[in-house]
């Protein structure tokens, strides 16, 4: 009776412990891929976020928005990652919200 007791045992330890083990790890690596995700989209909506920001205050400011994308570099501090984001700055007339939109590389 105590020699069956201890295969049950055994097969516990050799099968279940290590694909436990194997989940918890999936599970791990799972979550950590979903932060990574969330985290790179939050800088995108952090940048659109202060371009428009920055081209309002432009507005208000000077009474036009701004006529380039360098122009709200230059005199309103905005800087942008140029190695991970392209930004599209299109302007209709100086009174009229520009069209942006952050892409990532």
């Given at each position: 009776m105590k020699q069956h007791g201890r295969s049950i045992?055994?097969?516990l330890r050799t099968i279940l412990l290590p694909a436990a083990v194997l989940v918890i790890l999936l599970c791990f690596f799972t979550a950590l891929s979903q932060l990574e995700?969330?985290?790179r989209l939050e800088g995108k909506e952090q940048l659109e976020t202060a371009l428009r920001r920055a081209a309002v205050s432009c507005?208000?400011?000077e009474?036009?928005?701004p006529p380039s994308l360098s122009y709200?570099?230059?005199h309103y501090g905005l800087q942008i990652?140029?190695?991970r984001y392209l930004v599209f700055y299109e302007i209709q007339a100086s009174n009229l919200m520009p069209e942006?939109?952050?892409l990532e590389k």
């Open positions: 045992w055994s097969f995700e969330g985290h507005y208000a400011a009474g036009i928005y709200l570099q230059e990652d140029e190695d942006i939109t952050v």
